[in-house]
């Protein structure tokens, strides 16, 4: 039996390094340090003038690990004069904000009046993590700006991750928790959730026929493809685009959209990472061609599952549409138009230990 315990799910901070870029009117150290299991931010200010206004530019982006893939999921120039008398207007910084004012004696109003300032110790472990960034790494820019016209006095980045942590309660009266709150790591991770398939194909060139297994547990979700290739196919386009939908499933924005050409594709798996870890589970799955040309002939993907397909951790908790358009630029037609329509969800493993 599993020990007894419950708990809510939430998304938890950890900052890796900051990086400055100051000026001689504020002079800025900031530094990271570990903080029990997770890290703090240790930050310094010598402010050489009375600055009475003051506007804050603030670019928050989803990356991976190594920085190569990122998207900006935010970015905002607000006065920072009448965001510290009504905080609630912009969540971001409000979260920023409040664990500075905490943890140290950075002004609340403005002006910013010359002197000396310190946080000690911000970890933002307690921070209320919008809704809508995903678990993944991050980087947040923060640009500071006086005058008139506008100048920059400092600039800041600060890169960390966001975690999927699981609050505990094994028994013990939530009271107890208060000053030291027993966060779990729960390892995650994003997958694909089918809720239906939309299919157009030009039969004088492919014909592809499909069966969509859904069984009562959805990230079992598969899907066989029969294709038949009724003529030889010299080259091909594929647009591939990936888009989330609104709260309401109305609209549908673009997040991702790539050109491919795959016959040098094939040549040259290398060129496009994701196209190549998507193509690399599909030929795990059936007969697909490797170059080109290619057909006519009979191909075939088995028990290919959404929930295999890697997804990157930029893309947000949502409904979503893929869409897959290839085309014959020779003949100058579409080829196959594939939509798939779901959800991503978050898969939680190891809950308890």
């Not at 990271?32 to 206004?53: C, E, F, K, N, R």
């Not at 911000?122 to 993944?136: D, E, M």
């Not at 080259?235 to 040098?264: E, I, Q």
Request: with cysteine; hydrophobic share 40%; aromatic share 10%.
């Amino acid at each position: 039996m599993l020990p007894h315990a419950s708990g809510v799910l939430r998304n938890v901070v950890r900052i890796s390094r900051v990086e400055v870029i100051d000026t001689p009117i504020m002079r800025v150290n900031a530094t990271v340090a570990q903080h029990g299991s997770g890290s703090a931010v240790d930050v310094d200010m010598i402010v050489a003038q009375d600055l009475p206004q003051l506007k804050i530019n603030a670019v928050l982006t989803i990356r991976t690990k190594n920085g190569k893939g990122q998207a900006a999921l935010y970015n905002n120039t607000i006065n920072m004069c009448d965001f510290l008398l009504q905080k609630s207007w912009n969540r971001l910084l409000q979260e920023i904000g409040k664990e500075f004012m905490c943890r140290g004696n950075v002004p609340s109003r403005c002006p910013f009046r010359s002197g000396t300032y310190s946080v000690r110790n911000a970890t933002f472990a307690k921070a209320r993590v919008p809704s809508f960034i995903p678990a993944s790494y991050f980087l947040v820019d923060m640009n500071l700006l006086n005058g008139n016209p506008l100048k920059l006095i400092v600039a800041t980045r600060c890169f960390g991750l966001v975690n999927a942590f699981m609050k505990v309660n094994e028994g013990t009266p939530q009271s107890s928790f208060d000053n030291n709150p027993p966060f779990r790591f729960c390892p995650s991770q994003l997958v694909a959730v089918g809720s239906r398939i939309e299919l157009k194909n030009n039969i004088r060139s492919i014909n592809i026929s499909y069966t969509f297994h859904i069984p009562k547990q959805l990230v079992n979700q598969s899907i066989d493809f029969e294709i038949e290739v009724s003529r030889q196919i010299k080259d091909m386009k594929l647009v591939l685009g990936y888009y989330s939908a609104s709260r309401n499933g109305t609209t549908y924005s673009a997040l991702l959209k790539r050109h491919v050409d795959l016959c040098f594709f094939l040549r040259n798996p290398k060129s496009d990472r994701l196209v190549n870890r998507v193509y690399q589970l599909v030929k795990e799955h059936g007969n697909m061609p490797t170059k080109c040309p290619f057909g006519p002939g009979s191909f075939y993907m088995r028990d290919l599952k959404p929930a295999d397909i890697p997804i990157p951790l930029f893309l947000p908790e949502a409904e979503f549409m893929l869409e897959l358009i290839y085309r014959s630029e020779v003949r100058s037609e579409p080829l196959v138009e594939f939509r798939f329509y779901g959800r991503l969800m978050r898969i939680i493993e190891k809950l308890f230990k």
